[in-house]
């Protein structure tokens, strides 16, 4: 996969979230679909590499990436196809509405792994600052069930989760 040197340049991040695409490739098999939603330069793809990966992000980072802004209620649609798994690795802490985002996510998949990082400094502006008991919540109230929680390291968690279905 090629990263459009151009976008490299224009957000020059000094920090690589290799762990946390690290330890999200652990829960997604060889060989599936997965949707990664705000995958940036696509930093989990290294980890997956057997599998049909598809990025949707504000920037058209590579050929995998379909441009989109959550923020602004796209949310391209790919069919009837749904993936294996949605992946959210840092991307929620810059959604204005997350409850509307994660309501929306299972359009993608049943299957969806997000980490959220607290109180972090730099970067773009985030919209949302959860304690991690909000966001528990917050995605119980969208009908995502966790099936794991994992430290990450300090103020950065992972959430393997699945739809819950039939609920309301």
């Known amino acids: 996969m090629t990263i459009n040197e151009e976008l490299k340049k224009k957000y020059p991040?000094?920090?690589?979230?290799?762990?946390?695409?690290?330890?999200?490739s652990k829960f997604i098999p060889e060989?599936?679909?997965?949707?990664?939603?705000?995958g940036g330069m696509g930093g989990i793809y290294n980890y997956l590499k057997t599998s049909r990966y598809l990025s949707i992000d504000l920037e058209k980072w590579n050929d995998h990436t379909v441009k989109a802004d959550f923020n602004k209620g796209q949310f391209p649609d790919f069919g009837l196809i749904k993936r294996q798994f949605v992946i959210c690795l840092g991307t929620l802490e810059y959604i204005e509405n997350p409850e509307e985002f994660l309501s929306k996510i299972d359009k993608y998949a049943n299957r969806f792994i997000?980490?959220?990082?607290?109180?972090?400094?730099?970067?773009?502006?985030?919209?949302?600052?959860?304690?991690?008991?909000?966001?528990?919540e917050l995605l119980l109230k969208t009908n995502w069930e966790i099936v794991v929680e994992k430290k990450i390291r300090y103020g950065d968690r992972l959430f393997f989760c699945k739809k819950i279905y039939g609920k309301d």
């Open 31 to 38: 060989y599936s679909s997965v949707v990664d939603l705000g």
């Open 114 to 136: 997000l980490t959220y990082r607290r109180n972090t400094k730099g970067g773009m502006e985030r919209k949302n600052n959860m304690e991690f008991e909000e966001l528990r």
């Open 13 to 24: 991040w000094k920090v690589q979230w290799t762990n946390r695409a690290f330890e999200a």
